[in-house]
């Protein structure tokens, strides 16, 4: 079924009543005398699947189903299908071209694929541009050939991955889906190739993931396909030579010499060292147990730097108390040797968990960020989204290993009453608390300035304080109420008592009409030089980290910060939009330009819960969006956060 039957089939399905034929026309933007044509079509497909196409006078068509599950079959199978996906959008026209030539080891005309799109030559000319620019990422050049056609030129490697990224999911049974699709392989065959290498890896002791399982029998599934093609991966014997000295390099010398046996496929030595490079960039530690000294012998010391620095660049970042996880520490070096691996000979990886870790732990992910930019320093290794997500989990277990370990809250009460109010205020958060608050004495408001505050987290005081204290302070009734109980469980729990504290109205835009990231950037870049919080060269980092990975989270959210922090003290830019821009793959139109304290000494952990707080929130930011002054948008952050 082509594109524009499917679009047809999909209005009928969905549709409640019948449909005209002019109403169909309008809809694909053809005449009602093709959708005539076309529905003739469709009803002979329909037929062998238990449905048909009824043409009512006067009326329209509608989609009439006989025998229910067959029907039902053929609408799961047709709705997953890749090959039925909508190619009406640019999206899906892009993809479509890129699986082309991928595909074909001819010329393809321009005529050819203009006719298989439904769409004019100069068209398809504009939506060239965005195909060249994916296969610019992979090296990959379209040469173009008078009379010809098109062609793709580019290392065999190259064309592989890019095979493999663009066509080819990694679920068992997507592979499989896609694979019938695509006739890389046939279905048998792709079995074979599965069972030969769970075999191996299992009698060799090697461990891998299911992602890492499932992309190597789709590469060796592609290596097949395109060795009978006649197009061979080509690596100097000295790449040979040292891939031979690796353990993995027996590994897949067998599981080679079993799928050429079993596929009558004759691979070259060069094959093997493309089978191999999978293993090492796939392979993990069958034991999660192993101590800090048997990691030491397993891994160079370069890995245990590179690890090293990545933790202690991370911290002094972020200030997230992780530094002296020895947990984080190993499961880093035990992730560097694979990924260097995948880096060192350009293997993509697939993170399936991406879009979920941007949404839900956007601290971990900029750590991971951090973490990426020490392998960029250090062996220059440009690392891409999926690697830092990767990267990024390890993080978050650290992160929540850490609030698990939170100490119990040191606190001193100033109360001006007299010794029996303070020690009635004194037992009862005792009784209430107990080992949760540790109380470590009582004084009078005139002696407060002559406390050691680094021997406490908090201040509970019955009187107000007007002068700012290096601790968080707040002001409770001599005899507590539940609102008073409220503020001591929020500060035991993490919670600020001023929620809105990292908000400034200098630095809050509302209700802006930007239309473009770069405007609003920019916009806010400019107040923080103007108030001098930041240099001219404040705006290029921000820029810099969303090439990294760009910073909208979904929920019309973004939170953009600079590659490092860059400022004295920590606080957030905010600003609303009239309407939403798109921001990367995403809609956008509440901005928060955060801004981190360089060289702070402050866990921040709070602060980052706060934020992922207005993230998960979408009746929130709708409220927020409202708010027309800044009086009424911390007013609404008080309430909620």
């Not at 879009?355 to 990426?372: D, H, S, V």
Request: hydrophobic share 40%; proline share 3%.
């Amino acid at each position: 079924m082509d594109e524009r039957l499917l679009k047809i089939f999909k209005s009928l399905l969905l549709a409640r009543s019948p449909l005209t034929s002019t109403h169909l026309a309008n809809s694909i933007q053809v005449t009602s005398r093709t959708i005539r044509n076309d529905i003739k079509e469709l009803a002979i497909i329909l037929e062998e699947y238990g449905a048909t196409v009824k043409s009512i006078r006067g009326t329209g068509y509608q989609l009439v189903i006989n025998q229910h599950e067959t029907f039902q079959r053929f609408v799961h199978e047709t709705m997953n299908n890749p090959a039925t996906s909508d190619s009406y959008t640019p999206e899906g026209r892009i993809q479509y071209i890129i699986n082309r030539l991928l595909l074909t080891n001819d010329y393809l005309k321009q005529e050819e694929l203009a006719d298989d799109l439904y769409i004019s030559k100069s068209t398809l000319q504009k939506l060239m541009r965005d195909v060249k620019k994916v296969f610019e990422k992979y090296n990959i050049e379209i040469e173009m050939r008078p009379n010809y056609g098109m062609k793709l030129k580019g290392e065999e490697i190259s064309l592989r991955f890019c095979l493999s990224e663009h066509l080819l999911n990694r679920s068992e049974n997507e592979i499989e889906k896609i694979n019938d699709l695509v006739k890389i392989v046939t279905k048998e065959e792709l079995q074979t190739i599965r069972t030969i290498i769970l075999k191996k890896v299992y009698e060799r002791d090697v461990t891998l993931s299911d992602i890492g399982l499932n992309n190597l029998i789709i590469h060796l599934a592609i290596a097949c396909k395109r060795i009978r093609d006649n197009n061979y991966v080509l690596f100097i014997n000295q790449e040979i030579n040292n891939l031979a000295k690796q353990k993995e390099y027996d590994v897949a010398l067998e599981i080679i010499n079993n799928v050429g046996e079993k596929l009558n496929v004759d691979f070259p030595p060069s094959e093997i060292a493309y089978a191999a490079i999978h293993l090492l960039g796939t392979k993990m530690i069958s034991n999660d147990d192993l101590d800090e000294n048997e990691v030491a012998n397993m891994l160079d010391e370069n890995i245990h730097n590179l690890a090293n620095e990545m933790v202690e660049r991370v911290e002094n970042s972020l200030k997230i108390g992780v530094e002296d996880d020895r947990e984080l520490y190993l499961g880093i070096c035990l992730h560097l040797k694979p990924a260097i691996n995948r880096y060192r000979y350009k293997m993509n990886i697939r993170n399936p968990m991406l879009e979920a870790i941007k949404t839900n732990y956007p601290l971990a992910f900029q750590a991971g960020i951090i973490a990426g930019t020490v392998l960029k320093e250090v062996l220059n290794i440009d690392i891409d989204e999926g690697e830092i997500g990767y990267l990024a989990l390890h993080f978050g277990a650290a992160i929540e290993r850490s609030s698990m370990k939170s100490k119990t809250k040191r606190c001193l009460i100033v109360c001006a009453s007299g010794l029996g109010s303070a020690k009635l205020l004194y037992y009862k958060l005792r009784s209430k608390y107990g080992s949760d608050l540790d109380i470590i004495g009582t004084t009078e408001y005139y002696k407060l300035s002559e406390f050691p505050f680094e021997t406490i987290d908090f201040v509970i005081s019955t009187i107000p304080l007007k002068e700012k204290l290096p601790v968080p302070a707040i002001f409770v009734h001599s005899i507590l109420d539940q609102s008073d109980l409220k503020k001591v469980e929020d500060v035991i729990s993490g919670k600020a008592a001023n929620s809105f504290k990292y908000t400034r109205k200098e630095l809050t835009f509302l209700n802006k009409d930007f239309r473009t990231k770069k405007e609003v950037l920019a916009f806010l870049s400019l107040k923080l030089q103007e108030l001098q919080y930041v240099d001219e060269t404040f705006l290029d980092s921000v820029f810099e980290r969303e090439e990294a990975s760009p910073t909208c989270f979904g929920n019309l959210v973004a939170v953009p910060h600079p590659l490092k922090p860059q400022t004295d003290g920590t606080f957030w830019v905010i600003c609303t939009l009239k309407k939403p821009i798109q921001w990367a793959d995403k809609s956008v139109q509440f901005v928060c330009l955060l801004c981190v304290q360089k060289d702070g000494e402050h866990n921040l952990k709070r602060m980052y819960e706060m934020l992922l707080g207005i993230l998960e929130n979408s009746e929130l930011v709708h409220q927020l969006l409202k708010c027309e002054n800044y009086q009424q948008f911390t007013s609404v952050l008080l309430k909620n956060i």
